[in-house]
């Protein structure tokens, strides 16, 4: 079944620099595209220099023109997110667009990040914090939009506070969910601190609604052979236009919410049925991530765990 196509107009970019962590391959890489194509000065942080490199090419194929950089990057480690921190800051340019994009999706074990989080709590939400952090007067200084992408699963399960990295009872599909929850309370309290401490950061959520990406597809790295069952039945409903998004369209929530005029402390997300497929456009945050009380305990936890508090 063909679509209708989907897209939006980004403005003008130029002399505005942005930083996309998993942009080397899927949704992060179609949203570096669109950033260095709209003028953009893209920095693409990544773990693996190889898969770095031939986004870069992907980029200049498509804009020659491109401003497009590579950092060392590892979620994983607290060390990697400082040693990046440290890169940017000692390069001294603001930071006017930073894409939390990066995340890793139930591994069918528990892992554990090299500073001894459950990988997915650790890399998807604890390392995307620290480099917030790490980062805030680079984005103070460039009056930065903040986009961090979270999922539909933070409309389920729960923050599990009582075994925050899953060591007692693993949980795949709780612990990313738990993930996404995280991440959604800590990236709107992001807009409301910034607000209440004169930053001039604003802050939002996006989510890509369902679409065929490699989150679910075969990474030994984590332990995953071969494509779930999951994203299997994804491709098809994708492939034939029904119910589910494309890679295409799952790229576009991200760039409304990190260049719409007048977003701040907002989520988007498709606008398909149950914010599955279809246009990207705002929706209201999910009641796991709309507790001011939950999303400052979650704060508080995230910057002890980290090492890395906010000043100002």
Do not use: C
Not at 204 to 215: F, K, M, R
């Amino acid at each position: 079944m063909s679509r209708a196509p989907i897209d939006i107009t980004l403005p003008d970019l130029a002399g505005r620099r942005a930083v996309v962590t998993g942009g080397t391959d899927g949704i992060g890489l179609g949203i570096a595209r669109r950033l260095a194509a709209a003028g953009a000065d893209v920095v693409l942080p990544a773990r693996n220099p190889a898969k770095a490199e031939a986004a870069v090419a992907a980029i200049r194929e498509e804009s020659p023109s491109a401003a497009v950089t590579v950092e060392t990057l590892d979620l994983s480690s607290l060390e990697s997110v400082a040693a990046l921190g440290r890169s940017l800051l000692d390069d001294g340019r603001p930071v006017h667009v930073l894409i939390n994009n990066a995340g890793v999706m139930t591994p069918p074990t528990r892992q554990a990040t090299a500073d001894g989080f459950e990988l997915q709590f650790g890399t998807n939400h604890l390392g995307h914090v620290a480099l917030v952090a790490h980062l805030l007067p680079l984005l103070r200084a460039g009056g930065a939009r903040v986009t961090s992408q979270i999922s539909i699963a933070a409309n389920e399960r729960a923050i599990n506070w009582d075994d925050l990295n899953w060591e007692r009872s693993y949980d795949g599909a709780g612990a990313y969910s738990q993930s996404k929850i995280a991440f959604g309370l800590f990236g709107l309290e992001l807009d409301r601190i910034s607000r209440e401490r004169g930053w001039g950061i604003s802050s939002n959520l996006a989510h890509p609604g369902v679409a065929p990406t490699n989150l679910l597809a075969a990474r030994p790295e984590i332990g995953r052979d071969g494509d779930t069952l999951a994203v299997r039945a994804i491709r098809r409903l994708s492939n034939r236009g029904v119910l589910v998004g494309t890679v295409e369209t799952a790229k576009l929530p991200a760039l409304l919410a990190a260049t719409a005029p007048d977003a701040g402390g907002k989520l988007y997300g498709p606008k398909g049925f149950r914010h599955l497929g279809g246009a990207p456009a705002e929706h209201a945050p999910y009641s796991r991530i709309s507790g001011r009380e939950e999303a400052r305990r979650m704060w508080e936890v995230s910057e002890r765990l980290t090492g890395v508090p906010f000043g100002g």
